[in-house]
């Protein structure tokens, strides 16, 4: 239960300041919108997005053998955009954010919001770890439950020989054998 609730209000506090980025750059009108806004895309992004990627790229998969890898690229972008534009609209109408600007203004509208979503979503990915680990803490201590350090919660950095034995592992290969496959395929 804890882990749901530290993830879920850690994600709130960041999608609500990501929409009132979205406010602010776009013909997006936010404003005080962004509490009830955040809640809903929230819910989105931690239960009906998984459900919607896993779909897509279920479908994606079935053509994958035959696009380059720039091709691939390019599908991956078209479907976290698409994933993303589907959770900008159905944010937009669940709640009282409203796009304005007339035609050009509503072009811009839905165009650019998943575009700003996607730029949050990958900074948020980035560090969701520590913003997680310190939203525990600060859970704990509120609730009076365990009182760990943020440095226990803390995975430690591995050491370079840790790490290369780690990718040994996963595929066999040295750090020296895998410099030379990747030299002969390119």
């Not at 009108?29 to 809640?39: F, K, N, P, Q, Y």
């Not at 994958?64 to 091709?71: H, L, M, Q, V, Y």
């Amino acid at each position: 239960m804890k882990k749901w609730v530290v993830r879920f209000v850690s994600l709130l506090v960041f999608n609500i300041v990501v929409l009132l980025i979205v406010g602010w750059l776009t013909p997006a009108r936010v404003g005080w919108s962004a509490l009830w806004a955040g809640i809903v895309m929230t819910a989105l992004v931690i239960w009906v997005k998984p459900l919607v990627e896993k779909w897509f790229r279920s479908s994606a998969a079935k053509s994958a053998g035959s696009r380059t890898k720039a091709g691939e690229k390019l599908v991956e972008f078209f479907i976290a955009f698409a994933i993303a534009f589907l959770i900008w609209i159905a944010t937009v109408l669940f709640s009282g954010v409203r796009i304005g600007g007339g035609f050009f203004g509503a072009i811009w509208g839905y165009v650019l919001p998943p575009i700003i979503l996607l730029i949050g979503w990958a900074i948020y990915a980035a560090i969701d770890d520590r913003v997680e680990a310190h939203a525990g803490a600060l859970y704990d201590r509120a609730t009076g439950s365990k009182t760990e350090s943020l440095d226990a919660a803390t995975p430690p950095v591995p050491s370079p020989e840790a790490s290369a034995g780690r990718r040994e592992l996963n595929d066999g290969l040295t750090d020296e054998q895998r410099r030379m496959l990747d030299e002969l395929g390119g």
